[in-house]
């Protein structure tokens, strides 16, 4: 069943790999049918070597398997309250890539300090609350799911698809798996740019390095997004 | 037509993504034919992997596209005003690459603290001003090139081919297209290296890393270009 | 002799060169087999390009070779100390891959950060102490691993698979040579993103950045190791 | 004539470009017959793609082309001082590696701060003075010679192979111009490794993170070389 969505997230899942954002069995990526609310998830811990479409998991939006021999992503429930709480969204990705994972560990949020950033994300990315005690031994991936709705209050999740969870690392998302893929590869690079540029701003003795403008952000990602977008063919 | 400008023009694109600077479908370079006044350039937005000749877009110096089914990159009104301004340039290159754009996100000049980079580039690398709000709102591709020709203001664009637009990234150029691939390359490069030596230099307690002087500059600069070079067969 | 075991130790070697981990003839892993009390490893500063199982020397415990033409891995004797001291591990692993090495120069233990380093390891990567000038002197790789010892003292060595050798570099273990290789393939990518993390506390004024809590080291680490892991298939 | 020092010095150059250490036409290598007195070097500012041993010019120790159909490295005098100066060794590799040259623009020797640098080099590589006025504009290639033979007044060539030319990049040596490449890639590593330990080290509030000891130093130098070494096959 839904041979055409498990082969996307299956190639989703191999993009992963390809781009050099996940190592070993790191990293999933998922994808939903809104249709009939199934979700096409990675297997657990399997080898991305050999990797083919049937062997990715299809869940419904409770978590129960529906087809496939293998465990989906123990991430699974991350992402499921994403695909609820966030109808606009295709595909999810997750991944512990080296700069937005950094950014992550030290719970700040990612600033807009450039065009690259601007062309893609419409904004700061934000990063969550940390887990409580109490939620860590709870169901814990749900919990993270949680979180990063909380974190996205009053944002539009197309506009910013991507979040960073304290202390763990970046999940994305797009109208499709490749598209979420697409944001894991654009929030490595900002998040390295950023670093970089950050260690350059005490030159001029500034504390801080400013983001930029309103103007220059919403310039920019509206030249790739929206009903006035004029990038691309 | 301009076969051949073509060819040059799509095989200078597909060395940037070769050497590294790009991913996805960012960066663009194009080439201009004086004769005609006409130039080739990328298409917007479109993947480099099956990128042939023939997907490159002709444009006169106002901007009207001559030939072509696709788009042509939404950076085009920047090079346009730079072939304009320039009358001694072949080709201009865009890239987002790390270093550099990292030193456009900051707004620093980039300086000149070794020989890699007097090779290359006959003194500091300039930064834009940033675009007023009333710029950003207007013909804003346009106004960005407006802006790198203010920065090289007194600079001899052969001796300087490159400039780093504040808060977005950099721009390079050259007699050919190639050549304006080749100065990106080179530009971060450089610009990595300075990165990596400006955060040494406290070990000394000096604040500032200095640049190096004028005649070492020249040196180098003139071993490689000019009537006097004997750097190359 | 022990066929599968030179196999599988010669494999995790080339493993370590594929992913990076070491450059020239750097590097050494070995493998136990724990019935015989026979060690197959690495020869000392063989080329990577053609290396085969045959290739890989035994020594039993004291470090007498019992079969091979080659000279083992000059590390030998570290190696060996810890099959000894650590009967639950089923091999070893040593690299000077760079920010491992990094952290282990500047004698600081690697601090856990996020949940990356939690998945693979129980809490801080600990650094031996430096070496007496006596120890030095004296047998000095046997020396080693009486350092690496001391220095897991208290720790479960399948829990924290993984020491800095002070001003040298790492050494990992696992319960198979592959698995000390993913260790040590894990380890270098954690140390690189606590070094990121690290540059970026500053920007709160914070002094030093914290180490993840407890609850949610444990929450990782449990969720991939022990009875009640239910990551992976 | 020398078929096979040509081969050899060919090969070698290519390796500088295989091993990451040189992008476009930067770097030379070179290597010498002692009985003939004749150096074999890289031709000036050609592609890597398509180098072939009979590329490599043959000049005499003055410096005059004794066969060969191109133009020799510009920094052809600065390995000619070298070969007079140095008669131990047999090869010369120069580069503008990323780290090694962010230490050569900061114009800081680079401390030996563990036991990777210690295996290869027998303490802290040098650094150049800066050349004055009068030495940029006289010989300038053969004046970067004297400089470093100054730099190296006091060390034994093959023990320290290596040196950072001031504001420039690095120079190294060996024994054959395989060795010399070897060099410059063991360089490149221990000046990243020494670059981000020494951000590392304000963590404990310490100014200066210290270098090794001499006994571990030469511990580790005379494991791989000399009489009693004990390293390799």
Redesign the interface.
């Given at each position: 069943m839904l041979e055409e969505l498990k082969a996307r997230v299956c190639e989703a899942n191999l993009e992963l790999k390809r781009?050099g954002l996940v190592?070993?069995?790191w990293g999933n990526v998922s994808g939903i049918d809104r249709d009939s609310g199934l979700v096409a998830i990675k297997?657990?811990?399997?080898s991305y070597e050999d990797m083919r479409p049937e062997h990715m998991v299809i869940v419904d939006l409770e978590g129960r398997v529906v087809e496939g021999e293998?465990?989906p992503s123990?991430d699974k429930l991350t992402h499921l309250v994403l695909y609820r709480d966030f109808p606009e969204i295709g595909g999810v990705a997750h991944t512990?890539s080296?700069?937005a994972?950094?950014?992550?560990?030290?719970c700040?949020p990612l600033p807009c300090?450039?065009?690259?950033h601007a062309d893609n994300f419409r904004g700061e990315i934000p990063v969550t609350k940390?887990?409580s005690?109490k939620q860590?031994?709870g169901q814990?991936e749900f919990e993270t799911g949680v979180a990063i709705v909380r974190a996205m209050e009053g944002l539009d999740p197309l506009h910013i698809p991507a979040v960073l969870v304290a202390?763990?690392?970046p999940f994305t998302w797009g109208d499709s798996p490749g598209a979420a893929v697409?944001n894991s590869?654009?929030l490595e690079?900002v998040a390295?740019?950023?670093?970089?540029?950050?260690?350059?701003?005490t030159?001029?003795g500034d504390r801080?390095?400013k983001p930029?403008?309103r103007?220059?952000q919403d310039?920019h990602f509206l030249?790739k997004h929206g009903k006035d977008a004029?990038?691309?063919?």
């Open positions: 781009s190592i070993l069995t297997p657990s811990g399997v293998m465990r123990s512990h080296t700069y994972t950094a950014w992550a560990q030290a700040r300090y450039g065009t690259t940390r887990l005690k860590l031994q814990y202390n763990h690392g697409e590869i654009v690079q390295e740019m950023a670093w970089v540029s950050e260690r350059l701003r030159v001029y801080f390095l930029i403008g103007e220059l310039k030249r004029y990038y691309g063919q």
